[in-house]
């Protein structure tokens, strides 16, 4: 065993030691954390606008901050970009994380001196926790590489500018840098297909042991690497023994993945964002990750059944209950305050307390009532791939209103890597599992308002194609899974078989 392999090892111990002390205490690690957010933030224009120092409890604090999304907080992150201090939070961020809007165009989310420490010790934390409960190091010797946007970054008024992946990047630890890939300079190429072009050329023929990035984008490079070197990935990197990833829920990808690997490794699941780092997954026996207490965010819950009604009940961790499906909201110190995050979760564990995400509060079917999430469909692909022998590289799916025949229905655009052995039972078992799950639905095909879904295939590098028409190509961009009308249907139309 390496020096680097032993430090690692007593470094994980340590770090796990830590953290049990608030893994076990976790109401009083978020009361901490949200006492330290209201008083860092009492002399800032937000906190004047909303009494800061008027709030002495939780209470206090729901009937004085609403919940926001970002277009209701953009009048104070304008004062920012103005070149205004101690707006949100004391003094200025450090960064701006650009993001794609949805009505406003480009979203500029605050990074702190805190937030961005707490960022990196989690995906460090992450890392330390699989070493402590795996035992495995051999790793930490070999190449890494992070699949992720360009690290070269803009400057707005003395703040800087980027994609949170390339803000990241300025962050990799010195012990870890003559491990990285890719270069500097490779990581710099905006244009994605060029960028993996380049990163095969400098990886190919190297000692890869970890591999990280959201599983879409990291298909695409597994996908190239196996037709240049005509190898399979596992064989090409003999010692490749993590894949960690976020963004997506990676079940749909594995037996692609897999296939390509050409044998099985582990991974980590990582629930990061512009607007934090959430969650990770601490154990290789149990789903779900680990929901991050001590980190600088204070959480709230509202049932998704709820949100979108005029007072919608607030809760914290104290109150939430398993398997329901909330929206999370979060006030940071980086300044979100009472910030709808978009993303849904639900809690299977409560000691300690563990989740998944289940979709995005925006991004669900209920053309007729049916509220279809992310975690329905793609536990239903999970099943159906699993009992066909399938293998997809994409999929998304939309309502069918107005069909030309017959009854309004689901449609599920699927891009194939491997046809099912049999497509009536890959769809038999889609359209079974959906009903499972979801007792709209059910009640909505026994009704006989819908039928049973369709499937439409997508052509080869079909999704790929879509995202390149939106400019969405590689880096942190993902593919909707769920859509209510039919605009990602008609964006990927022109891809179908």
């Known amino acids: 065993m390496s020096l680097k392999a032993i430090a690692a090892k007593l470094f994980a111990k340590r770090i796990d030691k830590k953290n049990t002390k608030w893994i076990f205490n976790p109401h009083e690690a978020q009361e901490r954390v949200f006492k330290a957010l209201i008083a860092n933030a009492k002399n800032t224009k937000f906190g004047k606008d909303h009494d800061f120092s008027l709030i002495k409890n939780y209470s206090d604090f729901a009937k004085q901050v609403p919940i926001r999304d970002y277009e209701e907080l953009k009048e104070y992150i304008e004062k920012i970009l103005e070149g205004k201090d101690d707006v949100l939070w004391p003094g200025k961020p450090i960064y701006f994380a650009k993001t794609s809007g949805t009505t406003s165009g480009a979203k500029y989310i605050p990074i702190t001196k805190n937030s961005i420490k707490n960022q990196v010790e989690a995906s460090r934390n992450a890392i330390l926790n699989y070493i402590h409960e795996t035992g495995n190091t051999d790793f930490v010797d070999g190449k890494m590489i992070f699949l992720q946007g360009s690290p070269v970054l803009e400057e707005k008024n003395g703040i800087k500018l980027g994609r949170l992946s390339g803000i990241s990047a300025h ?174 979760v639900q809690f299977i564990s409560l000691k300690p307390y563990k989740i998944i995400v289940s979709g995005r509060i925006k991004h669900f079917i209920s053309a007729f009532g049916e509220h279809v999430i992310a975690k329905e469909v793609e536990e239903a692909m999970r099943r159906a791939i699993e009992a066909t022998d399938a293998q997809i590289n994409e999929f998304t799916v939309a309502p069918q209103t107005a069909p030309e025949n017959g009854l309004p229905y689901h449609e599920w655009f699927i891009e194939f890597e491997k046809q099912p052995t049999d497509m009536d039972k890959f769809c038999l078992i889609l359209d079974k599992s959906m009903q499972e799950q979801n007792s709209y639905y059910f009640d909505l095909i026994d009704g006989k308002i819908l039928q049973q879904l369709k499937v439409t295939k997508v052509s080869k590098d079909g999704f790929q194609n879509y995202m390149k028409t939106l400019g969405k190509l590689g880096g942190q961009n993902k593919v909707q899974r769920l859509s209510n009308d039919r605009k990602v249907a008609e964006g990927i139309a022109p891809f179908i078989l």
């Open 171 to 344: 962050y990799v630890p010195g012990y870890l840098q003559k491990n990285r890939l890719p270069s500097w300079e490779t990581n710099c190429i905006e244009d994605w297909e060029t960028k993996v072009d380049e990163i095969i050329k400098e990886t190919q023929n190297e000692d890869m042991s970890v591999i990280a990035g959201i599983p879409s984008w990291v298909q695409m490079y597994f996908e190239k690497l196996n037709t240049k070197t005509g190898k399979k990935v596992g064989e090409l990197f003999k010692n490749f023994k993590l894949f960690i990833y976020g963004g997506v829920n990676y079940e749909p990808y594995r037996s692609k993945f897999e296939n390509l690997i050409g044998r099985k490794v582990d991974s980590i699941e990582l629930f990061p964002a512009s607007e934090g780092f959430f969650a990770y997954q601490d154990s290789q026996k149990e789903k779900g990750m680990l929901l991050l207490l001590n980190a600088g965010i204070f959480y709230e819950f509202v049932k998704t059944d709820d949100f979108f009604s005029e007072n919608p009940e607030r809760i914290t961790i104290k109150d939430v209950e398993l398997g329901v499906n909330y929206a999370m909201i979060i006030s940071t110190d980086a300044g979100l305050w009472g910030y709808n995050l978009g993303d849904t």
